[in-house]
């Protein structure tokens, strides 16, 4: 099935499984960089917790695997996704972040020989979220959790920085700052100027901030992310984009958020007063799930801010 797509480098494939499938649409990005675009809404059953983007590198040696899926039956869809460009196996799997769709399928590609790889600092994350992401995950994957292991990178990577060269490609796994959650990284592969953002870039859909987010470090890790000056960005959820639109939906909101904020808490105002007044934001008001997901990140995030004054 293709579908039409507006924008310049694309490649729609779409790979369906079954009667009850998961969207997953493939793009070419730039040079030996794809992107593998899920669903802009929640998880569910139907799109098993496939409710993001991932990427993939195919190398000389073998493909590069950036975020593995929230399942073993995810990770499966993704290789089919990734076997839709090239029969080469993925030999690595770089964890951006710590939600369960960015790592929770490295054990189905562990179990196939692949190297995970992550940050230490990310790790850390991965291990102190791991429970409560696999009991939130059965209640809505149900049977198609079964088999699904938390199994996190064997050797984590200190510090803030790796560089990874693999089958001919330079890999920079990055910190950046806090963002989503705590010890997200990017990949940025500056050959080719394409930066794997993770989390820390939400397009087409308002991001999230959740009680372990930190607004302010997301604002400041986006601000080092525009300084690579990225030709092409691959977000953790939404299709890939040059970096203005990243800007207009994450940067913007970003700003917004801890501007406005961090002035009505050095003001004193109450939070349902914060709430009620920034309540509408017209900039944003047409990303998906801005409804659902708006109200919940002012409260947060002006409980964030309140606590670092
Ligand atoms: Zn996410």
């Known amino acids: 099935m293709i579908k039409a797509f507006q924008s310049l480098w694309v490649l729609g494939l779409v790979v369906f499984s079954g009667a009850a499938a998961a969207e997953l649409e493939v793009r070419h990005v730039a040079g030996p960089g794809y992107a593998i675009v899920g669903e802009l809404g929640g998880r569910t059953y139907e799109n ?4 993001a983007t991932f990427g993939f590198v195919v190398t000389d040696t073998g493909v590069v695997l950036i975020d593995s899926g929230a399942s073993k039956a ?21 964890n951006t972040g710590s939600q369960d769709h960015r790592w929770l399928g490295n054990g189905y590609f562990a ?14 994350t ?22 699904t292991r938390p199994f996190h990178a064997p050797a984590p990577v200190d510090g803030n920085a790796a560089v990874l060269s693999i ?23 500056p050959a080719e100027g394409v930066l794997y953002s993770g989390d820390l870039v939400y397009v087409e859909r308002l991001l999230g901030v959740l009680p372990w987010s930190d607004a302010a470090a997301w604002r400041e890790a986006f601000g080092r992310m525009e ?21 207009r939906d994450t940067g913007d909101y970003l700003d917004w958020l801890v501007v406005e904020l961090t002035e009505a808490s050095g003001n ?14 017209p900039a944003f008001e047409s990303l998906l799930n801005f409804a659902e997901l708006h109200r919940g990140n002012l409260s947060r995030a002006y409980v964030q801010l309140e606590a670092q004054r």
């Open 74 to 94: 995810g990770a499966a869809l993704i290789e089919k996704a990734v076997a839709s460009v090239t029969d080469k196996p993925v030999t690595h799997v770089i």
């Open 48 to 51: 098993h917790g496939l409710n």
């Open 126 to 147: 991965q291990q102190r979220f791991a429970s409560q992401h696999m009991e939130q995950l059965q209640t809505v994957l149900k049977t198609r959790l079964d088999g």
């Open 111 to 124: 179990d196939k020989g692949a190297q995970v790889i992550a940050l230490a600092r990310t790790v850390d």
């Open 227 to 247: 300084a690579l000056a990225p030709r092409h960005i691959v977000p953790g959820h939404g299709r890939p984009v040059g970096l203005e639109v990243a800007r």
């Open 268 to 281: 004193w105002e109450p939070i349902d007063d914060v709430i009620a007044r920034l309540a509408h934001a």
């Open 167 to 189: 089958g001919g490609v330079d890999l920079h796994l990055r910190w950046l700052g806090d963002a989503h959650f705590p010890g997200d990284a990017v990949v940025w592969l």
